[in-house]
């Protein structure tokens, strides 16, 4: 897909599902290449920080049912990058949506790992990325960052390093204690559950890590 940017050219209509780094970062591009820019999404402060960090070019709207099948209606673009930790990603595109979208549109479902974001995306590779539903492309390529392996492996370290070295030289017990980011991230220990998401998928008892860690 050509977005605009030249003399004569309509600008492209990209709707973004998701306000978080995918999200933002989505938007950042798109905007930058001329497109007509909205992020949606349901948390007051990821929309507050989109619109102070991006500016006017990009449109934040709180989302709502009606809201994103309005706008894939209209959209050359959907991007969805909604993200649950731990838990399957909510079906926030229907396929009576799809199919009411325009010949052409382009689905981008980076939420594909855990599951996608719209009812008719199903798993593809780099070497077979897109397939069609109603006159739609999916891309919903599982590991996209897999396509720049370098470059998503140095990302991927120094946003994991200081939690690597606080484990180590802490112990887990006292890094998980000083940091509730690192806390939040404990998912079980010694059998009990402790993530909220994954409790409710497996249909099991929730233990707050905060009770297991006895702070």
């Known amino acids: 897909m050509l977005l605009a940017g030249a003399p004569g050219v309509a600008t492209a209509t990209v709707v973004i599902l998701g306000g978080g780094v995918a999200g933002t970062n989505a938007a950042k591009i798109a905007s930058g290449m001329g497109a007509d820019v909205t992020v949606l999404d349901r948390n007051p402060e990821a929309l507050r920080r989109i619109a102070t960090q991006l500016g006017s070019p990009v449109r934040t709207l709180f989302s709502t049912r009606d809201v994103v099948e309005l706008l894939c209606r209209r959209a050359d673009l959907v991007i969805a990058t909604v993200l649950v ?28 790992d855990q599951g996608g974001s719209a009812e008719t995306s199903r798993p593809t590779t780099h070497s077979h990325p897109t397939f069609v539903v109603d006159d739609v492309v999916h891309y919903c390529v599982t590991n996209m960052p897999g396509a ?21 030289d802490k112990g887990w017990r006292r890094a998980l204690h000083d940091d509730p980011h690192l806390r939040n991230g404990l998912n079980v220990h010694n059998g009990q559950v402790t993530c909220h998401a994954v409790a409710d998928a497996l249909k099991l008892p929730y233990t707050p890590a905060d009770r297991v860690l006895q702070m």
């Open 85 to 112: 930790p731990g838990a399957t990603t909510p079906k926030l595109i229907s396929a009576q949506t799809v199919k009411a979208m325009k010949p052409g549109t382009v689905i981008v479902d980076v939420a594909i």
């Open 148 to 168: 720049v392996p370098r470059t998503s492996t140095f990302a991927l370290t120094n946003a994991t390093t200081s939690f690597i070295l606080a484990l180590a």
